[in-house]
């Protein structure tokens, strides 16, 4: 049972808008930044989103993130058939003294 | 270019011991802090255990707590995990990742894994 709740599955067709939800807690989002990877099968996850909505440089403007409250989001606009992965949460958890993930979700592209 | 780069993994019997490292190049390695973040077999990702850039404060994850050890050797500009009293949930691969700056931060470089096997 993972600190951070993402749902296991999340699916759209190529153009769409898909959001993928992540639930904490005080201790873990309602006080730190909510980071997200994103992760092909058999690579290493890639940074995504931090500071609850900055994207690294080479990440496209088709990924964004946000925060509110002990609950964080990524959104996927203009969805493409290369956004098929899985895709986690992560924060730092005060009360646990260590980093907490989601339990992933897979996002199918129909 | 920032690089990391696993090894150490294997097969191990369950209680026995494995040291993985992690060499990284191409960045001042007492500027940041380091992790290692494992992945069982079709499962989502665990964060391991944390070291602080200066070296001096570490945090680890309960499920290790009291068996794993992180550490760095500057010199070499490497990371360890040395992992004592294994168990089969340990089986994961194995990747150590770089914070953008403290433990704080998010883990901005990743390796490729080390996959470590723990069965008799």
């Not at chain 2, 665990?46 to 009291?66: C, H, N, P, Q, R």
């Amino acid at each position: 049972q993972s600190v951070l709740t993402q749902p296991p599955s999340a699916s759209g067709t190529p153009g769409q808008r898909v959001t993928i939800s992540c639930s904490g807690s005080s201790s873990n989002i309602g006080s730190n930044t909510v980071t997200w990877y994103q992760q092909f099968p058999g690579t290493a996850p890639k940074l995504l989103i931090y500071s609850n909505d900055q994207r690294p440089s080479g990440v496209p403007d088709r990924f964004s993130g946000s925060k509110s409250g002990t609950s964080a989001s990524l959104a996927i606009s203009g969805l493409q058939s290369e956004a098929e992965a899985d895709y986690y949460c992560a924060t730092w958890d005060d009360g646990l003294n260590g980093w907490v993930f989601g339990g992933g979700t897979k996002l199918t592209v129909l | 270019e920032v690089q990391l780069l696993e090894s150490g993994g294997g097969l191990v019997q369950p209680g026995g011991s494995l040291r993985l490292s992690c060499a990284v190049s191409g960045f001042t390695f007492n500027s940041y802090a380091m992790s290692w973040v494992r992945q069982a077999p079709g499962k989502g990702l665990e964060w391991v255990s944390v070291l602080s850039g200066t070296g001096g404060i570490t945090y680890d994850a309960d499920s290790v707590k009291g068996r794993f050890i992180i550490s760095r050797d500057i010199s070499k500009n490497t990371l360890y995990l040395q992992m004592n009293s294994l168990r089969a949930d340990d089986t994961a691969v194995y990747y150590c990742a770089r914070h953008s700056g403290s433990w704080l931060q998010q883990f901005d470089s990743w390796g490729q894994g080390a996959l470590v096997s723990v069965s008799s």
